[in-house]
């Protein structure tokens, strides 16, 4: 007998059991989960049950939100009684640079109606009473953080699933995958099977094993994470219901939150330990790892200096067990990339507090064709390939020691790197190049020709490397600079039926014969999913360009959107050919040395396409720059771009050529008012909300979205992308999520900000109410808890005329 449901979930934790919750409230009843074991017997019966609504993403700390708000409810109304103990939390500062990550955060929070407060160290006395002061510059006030209990709200989450007429299967093992040729998901059991239209993999730790059922693997490694409960303290049973804030040292790296009279004592420590390296065991259920205090001693220690009461207390029991990681600590959540209708939400580090909101999206995502909140930062195709286990290790071991680290802007951290290199990537470092990761391919950052510039751990614009990124601007405004650009996701789109499959796919219209243009996926509310570069190479051949890390995300959006009869072919590039740009007034000057091809304006104009040779290379030449002068993009085959790049730098010697990187080309492109995909482009915003109207052709007959775009043009769009600048320059940027404020009121939130080196003040992109959106307005914008009076530009704020890139 094979059973048939509409969605099968798989895992039984406190997300699998949110996600059979949320999709049921959206309307799917017909809904099955199965779990392995009992509910709650892998990594939730054990977790600490902390319910924090702090994060430094806008995204998570919504879905944070949502969850705890969830979460006050969610016993009255399925009438299931749940221990949730919401208490309020103090977050310590033992730095400026910590209390300026809180005043950023603080106004993230407050631009959502959670009221944080920054607190001096007297008024952090006042909510804990406990706490000692030594060498605490203040804290961040939570007022919704609390604990709740794992197993209680696991089962009130299965209750109210259960009266809406979803059902759970336990003591029953997944053992096998299969699409069917009809779509549906055969999944096989040890107590039967199902025939799913949709599956959802929420099996936490395990989430893993259930893909290798698939031949696939998933970047996550279980990693050991203790914490120890105390017996009661004398002080805490006098103040009998009473109880004290949760605290959290992050510049310590632990927590302490009151557990009946005793306290819960949790770092994430340095001795970061995976485990299972070598496979999981069959059954774990309900089990622990024998306790390792001496790693925990350090933390012991500072824990007792700042609240001496705990010193006071025996050990009652150490808690040691699994939680899954990512290489960067995030969740899954989202579509499996090259899987029609099966669904990752798994590898929660933080699974109770984010269990609700999960589950929420997730739902949203497998019933409505996406969520309601743009959540790339915990997408599973933000991985790719090179996330090996090997990788995955080294990385999550970082994370889990940097847990609590501050978020900083600009922070690139070491593990597991290099990796994705260019063919270049050894001659730049010798010259000075300091690298980043974007997409998991090293690209240069900045060039650090004197040795003397390190990356920036602070959120002020105290960074060494002002003055070589500053020289790098002048040269490509001024003379010409030169960017090895590795790692965009390239596509090859062809066939009889691929110009009427593009114009149907994108908002914008097709780029004529060798012509390029931008273009833009929409969803069906009209919000973006995509950017790309399109060059027209023949009549029926699309050359798609698109962000490094969305090479998974793209390869989705294109492959999902074929049509069934075979007419169009896409071949995947991205590491086939390297990029070179070649940018600034005298790139002509350099080019037209290495290359015999006509590079006029009458031959060669802005935004068109040419074969070209270099030396002995075929080169596609895109005369196209995100830096907004005169330039190319050089596209060669990777096992030539060595050639072609030496025959460049060879040629612009005596053009004072000089290398420039990502912090240049960011100040740049934002001088221009161009957009950065997933930071002012996200499919939260419209193409009109984000000024993109020159690239929407309403009058085209059909795309995905166009009746959205049209409802909303004629009501009136919501917001709109400017650009702003600071009225004084300050001493630092402002952060991603900043608010905008005109007077006392909340208007708008800053998406790009940098320093721009032509201009000589802040600017930054920001989506603001339509009705303030005008060239002249002045606004405020809320910089580390000051507001700094900023005023509304005309796009672009350089060159506004587009002189430059078609000289």
């Not at 990777?638 to 990187?661: K, Q, S």
Request: aromatic letters at 10%; proline letters at 5%.
């Amino acid at each position: 007998m094979v059973e048939r449901v509409r969605v099968l979930v798989i895992g039984g934790g406190a997300v699998g059991c949110s996600c059979l919750y949320h999709l049921t409230r959206l309307g799917w009843a017909d809904a099955v989960l199965v779990e392995q074991n009992e509910l709650t017997s892998g990594s939730t019966w054990h977790a600490a049950g902390n319910c924090p609504t702090f994060a430094t993403s806008w995204s998570l700390l919504k879905l944070q939100q949502y969850s705890a708000a969830l979460y006050r409810q969610l016993g009255d109304e399925v009438d299931y009684p749940i221990n949730y103990h919401v208490t309020g939390s103090v977050r310590l500062a033992h730095t400026r640079e910590r209390m300026d990550e809180y005043r950023h955060v603080r106004g993230m929070a407050q631009a959502n109606g959670l009221p944080y407060e920054l607190l001096t160290p007297a008024e952090l006395r006042e909510r804990h009473p406990f706490v000692e002061l030594d060498g605490l510059l203040g804290a961040l006030w939570d007022p919704y953080d609390g604990d709740i209990d794992p197993a209680q709200l696991t089962q009130a989450l299965a209750a109210g699933a259960r009266k809406r007429g979803a059902r759970i299967q336990r003591f029953t093992k997944v053992t096998g995958l299969q699409q069917q040729v009809t779509g549906e998901w055969r999944v096989t059991t040890d107590k039967g099977d199902y025939l799913a239209d949709v599956v959802v993999n929420a099996a936490g730790y395990r989430a893993g094993e259930v893909m290798s059922l698939l031949g696939r693997s998933l970047p996550i490694v279980t990693m050991s994470h203790q914490y120890l409960v105390t017996e009661d303290i004398p002080e805490f049973v006098e103040r009998g219901t009473q109880r004290v804030p949760l605290l959290r040292d992050p510049d310590v790296s632990y927590y302490l939150r009151q557990e009946r009279s005793g306290l819960i004592l949790g770092p994430y420590e340095h001795q970061a330990t995976p485990m299972w390296l070598e496979g999981i065991p069959e059954d774990f259920s309900y089990k622990l790892w024998d306790d390792a205090l001496e790693r925990l001693e350090t933390y012991i220690e500072a824990a007792y200096k700042r609240v001496p009461v705990l010193a006071s207390a025996g050990i009652k029991r150490v808690v040691n067990g699994p939680i899954p990681y990512a290489p960067d600590g995030l969740p899954y959540l989202g579509p499996a990339h090259g899987l029609a209708n099966f669904f990752h939400c798994n590898t929660f580090s933080f699974g109770i507090t984010q269990a609700g909101g999960a589950g929420k999206a997730l739902a949203e995502w497998v019933v409505n064709g996406g969520p309601e909140w743009d959540l790339w930062s915990i997408d599973p195709r933000r991985f790719t390939g090179y996330a090996t286990q090997t990788y995955t290790v080294a990385k999550a071991i970082e994370t889990y020691q940097q847990e609590y680290a501050p978020a900083f802007p600009y922070e690139e951290r070491p593990a597991a790197r290099p990796l994705r290199t260019s063919p270049l990537h050894y001659r730049l470092a010798s010259i000075g190049a300091r690298f980043g990761v974007r997409g998991g391919w090293e690209r240069a950052l900045w060039y650090d020709a004197d040795g003397d510039s390190e990356q920036a751990l602070t959120f002020r614009r105290e960074r060494s490397w002002n003055k070589s990124v500053a020289a790098e601007v002048h040269a490509v405004r001024n003379t010409v600079g030169l960017m090895d650009l590795p790692g965009f996701s390239k596509f090859m789109i062809s066939g009889p039926g691929a110009e009427a499959y593009l114009d149907r796919l994108v908002c914008s219209r097709l780029p004529k014969l060798d012509r390029i243009s931008l273009a833009y996926v929409l969803n069906e509310t009209g919000g973006i999913v995509s950017e790309f570069t399109l060059t027209r190479l023949g009549p029926q051949t699309f050359y798609a360009l698109s962000a490094a890390s969305a090479e998974h995300h793209d390869d989705d959006v294109l492959t999902r959107a074929l049509p069934e009869d075979g007419s169009v072919h896409i071949e995947h590039l991205s590491e086939r050919f390297g990029t070179l740009v070649l940018a600034g007034p005298r790139s002509r000057d350099v080019l037209s040395q290495v290359t015999q091809a006509d590079l006029s304006n009458a031959a060669f104009p802005w935004l068109s396409a040419r074969r070209i040779e270099i030396g002995s290379t075929d080169v596609l030449a895109l005369r196209v720059s995100y830096t907004g002068e005169l330039g190319w993009e050089l596209h060669a085959p990777t096992e030539y771009l060595a050639n072609v790049y030496e025959a460049v730098v060879r040629a612009g010697a005596p053009h004072d050529l000089r290398h420039f990187g990502l912090y240049a080309l960011d100040s740049l492109r934002i001088d221009k008012c161009y957009r950065g995909w997933k930071g002012d482009l996200e499919s939260g915003y419209s193409a009109l909300a984000a000024s993109l109207d020159r690239f929407v052709d309403l009058t085209k007959a059909d795309f995905v979205g166009k009746s959205a775009l049209l409802a909303e043009k004629a009501r009136g769009v919501s917001y709109r992308l400017v650009p702003l600048t600071l009225d004084h320059p300050g001493d630092a940027e402002a952060p991603y999520c900043s608010s905008v404020f005109s007077g006392s009121e909340a208007v708008g939130i800053v998406t790009s900000a940098v320093w721009s080196f032509t201009l000589e003040r802040s600017v930054m992109l920001a989506y603001v109410r339509r009705e303030l959106a005008t060239a002249g307005t002045r606004l405020s914008v809320e910089i580390l808890g000051e507001r700094c009076p900023a005023t509304v530009g005309q796009e672009p704020l350089f060159d506004p005329q587009n002189s430059r890139p078609r000289s």
